[in-house]
Every structure is written in C-alpha cells, then in structure tokens.
T-cell receptor, first 112, second 114 residues
Framework: GQQVMQIPQYQHVQEGEDFTTYCNSS?????IQWYKQRPGGHPVFLIQ?????EVKKQKRLTFQFGEAKKNSSLHITATQTTDVGTYFC????????????FGAGTRLAVHP | DAGVIQSPRHEVTEMGQEVTLRCKPI?????LFWYRQTMMRGLELLIY????????DSGMPEDRFSAKMPNASFSTLKIQPSEPRDSAVYFC????????????FGPGTRLTVL
C-alpha cells in the first residue's frame, strides 16, 4: 500500500547545529505537508508544498519538495531548544480521499 | 474558534471495560479523522468521515473498535471491550472538504487500559 517514510527516526543535536529530516513517498504526491508535535502535544500544521521543486522558508526552517513530487526535506538552521519535538511529513492518500498519510516522524532533541 | 475539542483528555480503565472517546470538530469542517499514536506504530489513521459518512475504516484494528458521527459537530470512537494493547493517545482531527487542506488536530485523549 501507499507509504510515506521518514529518516532519521531520531536525532540529537547541540544547540546551534543544523538539522535535516527527509521524507520519501512510494507514490507521487499532489502536495506534501509538514507538522510539528511538541512533547506531550498534538501535531500542528507548519506548511504545505504543492509545486514540483518548490522551496519555502519560515525563519530558520527551509522546506523543499522534490522535482518528482515524491520526496521532501525540512532543514533547520542553527537549532534552538524551542525546536525540540517530532516533525512529521504527510501526503494525501491516493484514490481521491481527503485524508493524510503520515510518515513515522523524526524526533529532534536539542542540547543546550 | 476553539479548535478541535476532545474529551476526556485522560482515561484510565480496566481491561474489559467499554471506553468512549468524544470529538467536536471545527465548525464548517466536513472531514473528520481519528488517529492513534503509539511509540511503536507512530500515527495511524483509524477511520475517516466525509460529511458525517464513514469513508475509510480500514485502519480500525478490529471489531472491538467502532466510530460514529451522528452529526457534523460530534463524533465518537468506542472500544468494547478494551485491552491493554489499546493504550495509546487517540487524536481526532478535522479539515475542510476540499482536497489538499491541512488537518487540525485536537489535544488528544491519553488512554491507559490496565
């Protein structure tokens, strides 16, 4: 079945270091969404990418959508302790359904 | 808007008991989803409603799980009888009907089955 895979599962960084998480889909996606879940919280929408090769920035966060629309990445420059959490990518379930299939997430730990 | 509302926030029950989780989606959203999150399996989609109609329940683990959406502003997820392996955080999320809209998650219900 349709799958969305994320790597790494877990990453430790020192505050100030950069961080990247990668997302790969088994199918071409019409869009990809990124969510952040703080410890003990719920997933919160960050951004949506729609166009092939699209790059979007939110302050220190840079999101990319691959040319083939099957992969994506999230890069955080100079991490801060407030970046701690799990980052999920999600794509629409194929078949015309208005629902999302989530990757397993990358848990980011930032040490001061 | 208060966002997606879920109750209870925490539930501790004994094996064999019936558990009912409740969700109120964001007003105007036509799609509602139930997800389960565990360390081992991550975020799993259990069931999805469109305009109150269940569209895809292939993620519902077994017959012990059932979900209803009697109207546009309320949904329930019921587990009967509950088992320890059902312990997880259950999220309800809603979104607008059109494709490619983001999902808004509720705060979740943390279920512990002893």
């Amino acid at each position: 079945g349709q799958q969305v895979m994320q790597i790494p599962q877990y990453q430790h960084v020192q505050e100030g270091e950069d961080f990247t998480t990668y997302c790969n889909s088994s199918t071409t996606l019409s869009n990809i969404q990124w969510y952040k879940q703080r410890p003990g919280g719920h997933p919160v929408f960050l951004i949506q990418l729609v166009k092939s090769g699209e790059v979007k920035k939110q302050k220190r966060l840079t999101f990319q959508f691959g040319e083939a629309k099957k992969n994506s990445s999230l890069h955080i420059t100079a991490t801060q302790t407030t970046d701690v959490g799990t980052y999920f990518c999600a794509g629409p379930l194929s078949g015309g359904y208005n629902t999302l299939i989530f990757g397993a997430g990358t848990r980011l730990a930032v040490h001061p | 808007d208060a966002g997606v509302i879920q109750s209870p926030r925490h539930e501790v029950t004994e094996m064999g008991q019936e558990v009912t989780l409740r969700c109120k989606p964001i007003s105007g959203h036509n799609s509602l989803f139930w997800y389960r999150q565990t360390m081992m399996r991550g975020l799993e989609l259990l069931i999805y409603f469109n305009n109150n109609v269940p569209i895809d329940d292939s993620g519902m683990p077994e017959d012990r799980f059932s979900a209803k959406m009697p109207n546009a502003s309320f949904s329930t997820l019921k587990i009967q009888p509950s088992e320890p392996r059902d312990s997880a955080v259950y999220f309800c999320a809603s979104s607008a009907l059109n494709r490619d809209r983001e999902a808004f998650f509720g705060p979740g219900t943390r279920l512990t089955v002893l």
